[in-house]
């Protein structure tokens, strides 16, 4: 790959020239150059209005080694080390997936699902960053919000991640719900849901893979919490799961023989079948309304 600031010229407007002839898209070039630079990803105008500055040769170097990975395909979470979801700004590394906007589906549908002054009591399992725990902790600070993950080493990113936006989650490390105490009025979880022998895998080699696989259908983690989840579930209350995009009327069957009621599934931003849920009924409580 030629190195463009091997040349005289080594402004900003001929890093992005240069990214460009590598086709890497222009808004991504002009986030890595941000990113670079020590600014906000929000200034790309900035870049606009000053394309004349030079680089130093230590930032044409990691512009440089940051366009060669994302080329190869490494997510641009990992690059900057940050994704924005639901409006927060996450601190992201390889050891959690990279946050994906159809999963607000998964936030949005939970948030329907909790009245803005409730004390309810929430635990998402698989945490990861932390995204889903955070944002329904942000958007209901009367809830009592677990965030549950089998790897220590994703807690810490979300436990970094709580302390960082002063959001109250707290963290538990557990194979989904086997060492988690207590009930929870809502679960939730985007569990790893892709077939061990998929053929897009390849394309995601950056990624963990446990957070990805879940057997020879997809479908392994799903049962194991379908079965879990009632026995920590209050009467009325919700099981929430993110899963592929044509795994919808698998999982509702899932669900059913688990013994959940009011099944119902959501279509994600681009309209595919991306989440399904279900109640657990009692006759104690009113049930939380979908």
């Given at each position: 790959?030629q190195e463009?600031?091997?040349?005289?010229?080594?402004?900003?407007?001929?890093?992005?020239r240069?990214?460009?002839?590598q086709?890497?898209?222009r808004?991504?070039?002009?986030?890595?150059?941000?990113?670079?630079?020590?600014?906000?990803?929000?200034?790309?105008?900035?870049?606009?209005?000053h394309?004349?500055?030079?680089?130093?040769?230590?930032?044409?170097?990691?512009?440089?080694?940051?366009?060669?990975?994302?080329?190869?395909?490494e997510?641009m979470?990992?690059?900057?080390?940050?994704?924005?979801?639901?409006?927060?700004?996450?601190?992201?590394?390889?050891?959690?997936?990279?946050?994906?906007?159809?999963?607000?589906?998964l936030?949005?549908?939970?948030?329907?699902l909790l009245?803005?002054?409730?004390?309810?009591?929430?635990?998402?399992?698989?945490?990861?960053?932390?995204?889903?725990?955070?944002?329904?902790?942000?958007?209901?600070?009367?809830?009592?919000?677990?965030?549950?993950?089998?790897?220590?080493?994703?807690?810490e990113?979300?436990?970094?991640?709580a302390?960082?936006?002063?959001?109250?989650v707290q963290?538990?490390?557990?194979?989904?719900?086997?060492?988690?105490?207590?009930?929870?009025?809502?679960?939730?979880?985007n569990?790893?849901?892709i077939r061990?022998?998929?053929?897009?895998l390849?394309a995601?080699?950056?990624?963990?893979r446990?957070?990805?696989?879940?057997?020879?259908?997809?479908?392994?983690d799903?049962?194991?919490?379908?079965?879990?989840?009632?026995?920590?579930?209050?009467?009325?209350?919700?099981?929430?799961?993110?899963?592929?995009?044509?795994?919808?009327?698998?999982?509702?069957?899932?669900?059913?023989?688990?013994?959940?009621?009011?099944?119902?599934?959501r279509?994600?931003?681009?309209?595919?079948?991306?989440?399904?849920?279900?109640?657990?009924?009692?006759?104690?409580?009113?049930?939380i309304?979908?």
């Open positions: 790959m463009f600031f091997s040349q005289e010229n080594k402004c900003l407007s001929a890093a992005l240069w990214a460009a002839q086709k890497l898209p808004l991504e070039a002009q986030m890595l150059l941000l990113h670079c630079l020590g600014r906000s990803p929000q200034d790309r105008a900035w870049l606009l209005t394309d004349d500055e030079c680089l130093t040769a230590t930032q044409a170097a990691n512009f440089q080694a940051l366009c060669q990975r994302r080329l190869q395909g997510p979470a990992y690059l900057t080390g940050e994704k924005e979801f639901f409006g927060l700004p996450l601190q992201v590394d390889k050891r959690v997936l990279d946050p994906r906007p159809d999963t607000e589906t936030g949005e549908w939970a948030l329907e009245p803005p002054a409730s004390p309810a009591r929430v635990a998402d399992l698989g945490t990861g960053s932390g995204a889903i725990a955070l944002a329904i902790q942000s958007q209901r600070p009367q809830a009592s919000v677990t965030a549950v993950d089998a790897s220590a080493a994703a807690l990113v979300a436990s970094a991640n302390q960082r936006l002063q959001l109250p963290c538990v490390q557990s194979s989904w719900l086997e060492q988690v105490q207590g009930r929870f009025d809502l679960i939730v979880s569990p790893p849901y061990e022998d998929d053929p897009h390849p995601l080699h950056h990624e963990p446990q957070a990805l696989t879940s057997g020879a259908d997809g479908l392994e799903i049962r194991r919490i379908a079965t879990q989840a009632p026995a920590h579930l209050e009467a009325g209350g919700w099981l929430l799961l993110e899963h592929g995009w044509n795994q919808a009327e698998a999982v509702q069957g899932i669900l059913q023989a688990a013994g959940f009621q009011a099944i119902t599934s279509r994600d931003l681009g309209g595919q079948w991306r989440c399904t849920g279900g109640m657990v009924w009692g006759s104690t409580q009113v049930p309304q979908p």
